[in-house]
């Protein structure tokens, strides 16, 4: 079985951008660097998911710069504490 190179090329365009529109943050530093998180989408704690929206698509839109200051540190977290989050 084998796939086409640029078949997947698209399929993790297209997957990336659906995180994206459901608010997933990309993480830029740490041994996690290149992953996404998202406050709501926690290990265990699926009620939490409840609270996620997707983004409508209305156009252009400019993306938001990172911030690894706001990114969290799932080594350092206790069990679970739900981390801050501002989009």
């Known amino acids: 079985f084998s796939v086409n190179p640029p078949f997947l090329l698209v399929c993790a365009a297209s997957f990336m951008r659906q995180l994206s529109l459901w608010n997933f943050q990309r993480i830029t530093q740490g041994p996690d660097k290149g992953s996404y998180w998202h406050?709501?989408?926690?290990?265990?704690?699926?009620?939490?998911?409840?609270?996620?929206?997707?983004?409508?698509?209305?156009?252009?839109?400019?993306?938001?710069?990172?911030?690894?200051?706001?990114?969290?540190?799932?080594?350092?977290?206790?069990?679970?504490?739900?981390?801050?989050?501002?989009?």
């Open 39 to 87: 406050p709501d989408f926690v290990r265990d704690e699926p009620e939490l998911a409840r609270d996620m929206r997707r983004t409508k698509i209305n156009g252009f839109s400019v993306r938001q710069k990172p911030d690894p200051d706001s990114e969290p540190n799932f080594y350092a977290l206790s069990s679970s504490p739900k981390p801050n989050y501002n989009p």
